[in-house]
């Protein structure tokens, strides 16, 4: 990492800079994350592809942070360049510098799930109007039933336990997904509304420390989609996945969604179909994750898994149709 530390140094006006270290705690995926400790603060250094769609998309980025920061919300600050650029170029990648937020992942609490819902609904409603480039993912994913998906992991339910009680449970999780299909057709998608979005909003991508908010992360996703996607991704992940107990999902559901419509006011299309979009994120999240040595996910077994999902989606189910007829 010489020739980085190198070039940080002559780009940046940030004076002495210690040896760089990767950062530990996090993936390095698809970008290298590099800890930045200088006299002038800790940054985190992210290395991207140096080709046209990859740079055009961080000019995007870094100028919708800077956006969300002159409006209240909390995102890691873009360091600049001395001659103000946002990042520089070494090797074939293009590097960004931003601000090192401290904090872990979201805990789930009362308090955070208003948070997340509050800093959601505002996100959404600020950035409307603004222009919305296309993302590095489908607009629609969100509406896309995971049958191959779900049947190969069924398959592997079936090999813990084959009896009947299985088979019934596999019907009713596939009755959801026809439900859902109806409810997320492509006919209907005129009445949800779009714009820029986060594109993964979950408790990864929300820092905190205790029960306070530090910051959203991983801009990368950002630009032109559904406000669906982002809301039944933050359902599925913050409201649904470790419970089947009724009121604590109608609590969590509802404290977030109450918290965002501080902001923006959901239709009634998408106060239907958003129960059904949060099911098949949770059904497609649960059913593409590799299982443990153990066989295990999460903690459960497939065959336990499934009678999660069964009970999970009858209660999503439930509230897509009072949010139809009323309570």
């Not at 995926?29 to 800790?42: A, D, L, P, Q, S």
């Not at 308090?111 to 996100?123: D, P, V």
């Amino acid at each position: 990492m010489a020739a980085l530390h190198a070039a940080i140094s002559e780009e940046y006006d940030l004076g002495l800079i210690r040896p760089l270290r990767y950062l530990e705690t996090t993936h390095q995926r698809r970008h290298k994350k590099i800890v930045v400790e200088t006299e002038k603060g800790v940054f985190l250094a992210k290395t991207y592809t140096d080709d046209l769609v990859t740079v055009d998309s961080l000019y995007f980025q870094h100028n919708l942070s800077e956006y969300l920061l002159s409006n209240g919300l909390p995102v890691a600050r873009i360091q600049r360049t001395r001659n103000q650029h946002s990042f520089i170029k070494l090797a074939g990648l293009a590097v960004e510098l931003q601000q090192f937020l401290q904090g872990h992942q979201m805990p789930v609490t009362p308090k955070t799930l208003h948070i997340s819902g509050m800093c959601l609904g505002k996100f959404h409603q600020v950035c409307q109007g603004r222009p919305a480039p296309p993302r590095d993912a489908r607009k629609w994913r969100f509406s896309e039933v995971p049958r191959e998906i779900f049947q190969n992991f069924y398959q592997r339910a079936l090999q813990e336990r084959n009896d009947r009680f299985m088979q019934e449970n596999c019907d009713k999780i596939v009755s959801f997904l026809g439900e859902a299909t109806q409810e997320l057709a492509e006919n209907k998608r005129n009445t949800f509304e779009s714009g820029i979005i986060h594109g993964d909003w979950h408790g990864g991508n929300l820092l905190f420390t205790g029960e306070e908010i530090q910051g959203i992360i991983d801009l990368e996703y950002t630009g032109d989609g559904c406000y669906l996607e982002d809301l039944s991704y933050g359902i599925s992940n913050l409201g649904i996945r470790t419970s089947t107990k009724e009121e604590i999902l109608e609590f969590r559901c509802d404290t977030i969604l109450n918290a965002y419509e501080q902001f923006r006011t959901l239709s009634w299309g998408e106060n239907v179909a958003l129960y059904y979009a949060a099911g098949i994120k949770h059904i497609t999240t649960v059913a593409f994750q590799q299982p443990s040595p153990e066989g295990k996910i999460a903690g459960y077994t497939p065959a336990q898994w499934l009678e999660i999902l069964v009970e999970q989606t009858r209660w999503l189910a439930e509230q897509a149709r009072r949010s139809r007829w009323g309570s």
